[in-house]
């Protein structure tokens, strides 16, 4: 029926063709401004995060979040719009972009991070922009120069999945600036519905019936001068020196250098890592003093001095590395200012981005000579002095790097990476592919895909099960985004809860290359979970470059996905450096408080009160009968408290009340456990001694129940307590591991002890030799008999 539907919107909607007038040429240069546009969502008929809405009708309804943070809109590429049709109400498709990320760029400094106050969209999680910029409707001028025309089948009808972008004109070597500079009238085109709103035309200055431009105000800058309204940092570029030739250098030469102080970590990175959107060699003056000099994993990667900006790159050359990285923190924390951010800097300063430093040392090494930080010089006994210190003979220029497409560049080129064959940086999961050590026989490998912000994850597991990553805001089940996947099926996305997990629809399933496999290695069977997930997704936990809260499980050896038991723990991974801490499960002191009563209740006392009616005969008068009392009555009290932490600390935790077996069991022993109190409290009594009567009947009932009960609970709670010991260990020291295996065989030699103590004296007592009560009645019964058996 959908199809059907379809169709038939597809016959009936008006729809318009782009048609590139004659004098359009390969190598021109145009100018045009319109509506930014994702391919994804031109393609997808209606927003993707207004499904609502029609793409080409309501582009002003497009999201900065959708456009700019989504990788699914961001890897389609982009277009600018031409003008609405007024027949249909839809836009002309436009021009293509060629350059990703410049767009990405001028449009993440142009929106804003804030809420949309009618909640009505997203908020942009990389813009940078100011609070009072637009979070919606992305207009700009775009300048570049036609290098395809495209195959001519480009077609708006507003009819989802019906629209196509591969018929307009390509546009490389683009700028993109503010829509408010008006287009130089010689290169300006424009995309406009013909009379009859069939087709569209691309119109330039050259025809007869171009449409002017909209009036704009005298001060708003044309194309001749816009290259002081780029989106772009104010940042003075000096000409970058002649190159000198640095075989001159020797070890033991005395250096001095003034320059931007920048972290070896965000130099391999490409970006900076706390603001992404930002290419670390162009623009190292937005550097916050508080990643560089508070941030572990730039503070340990070391630091290099940067030499001065190629204007034929718009980059800063690498410089020298520094040796002595106490030394630069020691003078970058003097300089830095802890009211904007730092929070080890001393406040001295006024420093808050872009730290500055001249720079005296002497060369310790001359590098292995390659173009990446490993291949600049070593300065070393360095002295860190205020960036107008100048010097009396500055350094020789080292290596500036030749034009990068940026980080996330189509051919993924990276600033500052290493070029194939290269050293990649250890630290860096956006080069090289990261492994984290989940448990024993389960791994974690992932890299941060920056050209389409995802992450691409594989998880190998030793056996055959279902596996899950999940990514979590407090590090519980309960709320977090899980991908589970069993063998024989594919990953899928999850919405976890406290006892239960529900797969999402099929529009949430964004997953890519997922799949699930099983190998043999050896003997040994290896389940291995792959797929790539988009960093920030809507109602989804964002996945961030950084530290993430994440939960791992699987199944054992069930491949059917349902409860993990104790095969589960919260881990936190930095998937930008590959660094991870085990997180220590929370309250240890009780939940071993709890085995401890529990223990003691059911393996210590219970087999006791149990062991004294079975040993009866050996103790004089009453004893037997007050050992009995006070071991039951002690070993309930203990239930009581274990039971009331286990209530009070799974509701601390978060986590469901009676799902586990354990849990389940639990619950039962306790409601058993009472009435069986209650039970011995409301016991029939025996007939006098010298009545000769016989047991009542109820009487004989309630000794056959109670003898019952009692065998039953002892069975399960030495069931319960082994299973104890497996849940304890699998959140505190780990499933098999050397603490377990102690305690288990601890704890079985103990339960065999009283096992076979209460079987010696069960066959004896009751079956070999004749109970006192039963010799027919003859002296041989004690005065106390009758409080002895009243309790039996």
């Known amino acids: 029926m959908k199809a059907l539907q379809h169709a038939l919107l597809l016959l009936l909607s008006t729809h318009a063709t782009l048609t590139v007038t004659a004098d359009l040429m390969i190598g021109d240069q145009v100018c045009m401004t319109g509506f930014i546009m994702d391919t994804f969502c031109i393609e997808r008929g209606t927003l993707l995060d207004a499904p609502s809405v029609t793409t080409m009708k309501n582009p002003e309804l497009h999201s900065y979040h959708c456009l700019l943070d989504v990788g699914v809109c961001i890897n389609s590429g982009y277009q600018v719009l031409g003008s609405k049709d007024p027949m249909n109400g839809l836009h002309c498709p436009g021009l293509r972009i060629d350059d990703t990320d410049k767009v990405l760029a001028a449009g993440r400094a142009h929106g ?19 609070d009072d910029n637009p979070i919606a409707g992305y207009k700009a001028t775009i300048i570049g120069t036609v290098s395809e025309l495209g195959d001519g089948m480009g077609r708006v009808t507003g009819a989802p999945g019906a629209d196509s972008v591969a018929g307009t004109p390509l546009l490389t070597n683009i700028q993109v600036l503010d829509s408010m500079v008006a287009c130089d009238p010689t290169i300006m ?19 007869n019936d171009v449409v ?3 009036p704009m105000m005298d001060d708003i800058p044309t194309v001749t001068d816009a290259t002081d309204a780029v989106v772009a940092t104010t940042t003075t570029t000096v000409a970058a020196p002649p190159p000198a030739d640095v075989s001159d250098l020797m070890v033991g030469d005395e250096i001095c250098t003034t320059g931007f102080i920048m972290d070896t970590f965000c130099i391999n990175r490409g970006t900076l890592l706390d603001a992404p959107s930002v290419v670390t060699l162009q623009n190292p003056d937005l550097h916050s003093y508080h990643c560089l000099l508070d941030v572990p994993v730039c503070v340990n990667s070391g630091f290099q001095v940067l030499g001065e900006k190629d204007p034929s790159t718009g980059e800063y050359c690498l410089g020298y590395r520094l040796e002595e990285t106490d030394t630069v923190v020691a003078s970058g924390r003097a300089a830095g200012s802890v009211e904007d951010g730092c929070t080890t800097c001393t406040g001295n300063g006024m420093g808050t981005k872009g730290y500055r430093a001249t720079v005296k040392g002497v060369i310790k090494e001359l590098g292995d000579g390659s173009q990446s930080v490993s291949g600049q010089p070593l300065l070393t006994n360095i002295q860190m002095l205020d960036a107008s210190v100048e010097c009396a003979t500055p350094a020789p220029q080292t290596v500036c790097l030749g034009s990068p497409d940026g980080a996330g560049s189509p051919d993924g080129a990276v600033p500052g990476t290493p070029s194939a064959g290269e ?14 050590t989940l448990t024993e026989g389960y791994t974690l490998k992932y890299k941060i895909n920056e050209a389409d912000a995802t992450v691409t994850m594989e998880a190998t597991y030793k056996g055959e099960a279902w596996l899950g990553i999940a990514f979590s805001e407090d590090e519980r089940m309960g709320g977090s985004d899980g991908i589970l996947g069993s063998p024989g099926g594919i990953p899928q996305k999850y919405r976890l809860n406290q006892g239960f997990i529900e797969i999402l629809s099929p529009e949430e399933q964004t997953l890519t290359e997922a799949t699930m496999e099983t190998t043999e290695d ?12 988009l960093l920030v997704e809507p109602n989804h936990i ?54 401890i009563c529990a223990f003691v209740a059911w393996g210590m006392l219970a087999p006791s009160a149990v062991n004294s009616a079975i040993y009866r005969s050996l103790f004089k008068g009453p004893l037997w009968f007050k050992i009995h009392q006070f071991a039951n009555a002690s070993a309930y009290a203990l239930t009581v408290i274990a039971f009331a932490i286990a209530v009070a ?14 849990a389940k069991m639990g619950l039962s022993m306790f409601i058993i456990a009472s009435v069986q109190v209650l039970w011995g409290a409301a016991r029939p009594h025996l007939p006098g001694p010298d009545s000769g009567d016989e047991k009542t009947t109820i009487r004989k ?16 709670g030495f069931w319960q307590m082994s299973a104890g010991i497996k849940l304890f260990a699998g959140k505190y020291s780990g499933v098999g591991s050397v603490q377990e295996q102690g305690v288990t065989i601890a704890y079985w030699i103990w339960i065999g002890a009283e096992v076979a103590l209460l079987l010696i004296g069960g066959v004896y007592f009751k079956l070999l030799r004749k109970p006192v009560e039963d010799d027919g009645g003859n002296d041989a019964k004690p005065p106390t008999q009758e409080k002895e058996d009243d309790a039996v």
């Not at 809420?115 to 990389?126: K, V």
């Open 212 to 214: 002017a431009p909209p």
């Open 542 to 595: 964002d996945v961030t470059a950084g530290v993430n809260k994440m939960l791992w499980a699987n199944g054992g050896d069930s491949t059917t996905i349902g409860y993990h038991g104790t095969n589960r723990a919260p881990i936190q991974i930095n998937l930008a450096s590959g660094a991870s801490d085990t997180v220590s499960a929370p309250n240890m002191g009780a939940w071993l408080a709890h085995g």
């Open 189 to 207: 085109v424009t995309v406009e519905a013909d009379a009859g709103g069939n087709e569209c035309l691309i119109r330039s200055a050259g025809d």
């Open 701 to 716: 009932v309630w000794e056959i129940k109670h003898r019952l009960t009692g065998t039953i609970l002892l069975a399960c």
């Open 423 to 436: 050293k990649a940086p250890t630290v860096d999961c956006s080069s090289v592919t990261c492994e984290t």
């Open 522 to 533: 050896g003997d040994q069977t290896m389940t291995v979970m792959r797929f790539t997930k």
């Open 112 to 130: 804003t991070t804030m809420d949309d106050p009618n909640q009505a969209f997203f908020a942009c999680s990389t813009c940078s922009g100011p």
């Open 649 to 662: 600390f799974i509701s601390k935790e978060g986590n469901p009340h009676w799902f586990s077996s354990h």
